[in-house]
């Protein structure tokens, strides 16, 4: 049975704005490129940027809903040592938060953005 997720796979429209957008102000390496994509590394995390054309031929439009309004969305969670120290330091280089560092009835204090494409990240370390 499935034991783990191996890549995350955000498909988006502006393919070069969003790859600009991973390498350049989150700080992933970029593994792989052609025409329709992007893949990135982040320590042992793949994350595959697939133009929405691409991702139509490979999947199939009906499955990808498009140009019936429907937008496949996704949010990932992503552990840091620091929110707000993360928070400065992504602000300073122009990333747009939704919300900002906030402590958590669950236990963990949390930030929001969304890159290009309208994805959503929370930046996330457990209070103490």
Not at 20 to 26: P, Q, V
Not at 68 to 78: D, K, N, T
Request: aromatic share 10%; charged share 25%.
């Amino acid at each position: 049975m499935i034991r783990k997720i191996d890549a995350v796979v955000l498909f988006v429209n502006d393919l070069e704005k969003c790859a600009a957008f991973y390498r350049d102000l989150l700080g992933f390496e970029v593994t792989f490129s052609d025409d329709v994509s992007h893949a990135l590394k982040l320590e042992d995390q793949h994350v595959v940027l697939l133009h929405v054309s691409a991702a139509a031929k490979q999947v199939s439009e009906e499955a990808l809903a498009l140009g019936q309004g429907v937008s496949h969305r996704v949010m990932l969670c992503a552990g840091v040592e620091d929110v707000r120290k993360s928070y400065e330091t992504l602000t300073a280089k122009g990333v747009t938060f939704i919300k900002p560092p906030i402590d958590q009835p669950w236990g963990r204090c949390t930030a929001y953005f969304a890159d290009p494409e309208g994805n959503i990240w929370e930046l996330w370390h457990p209070l103490e």
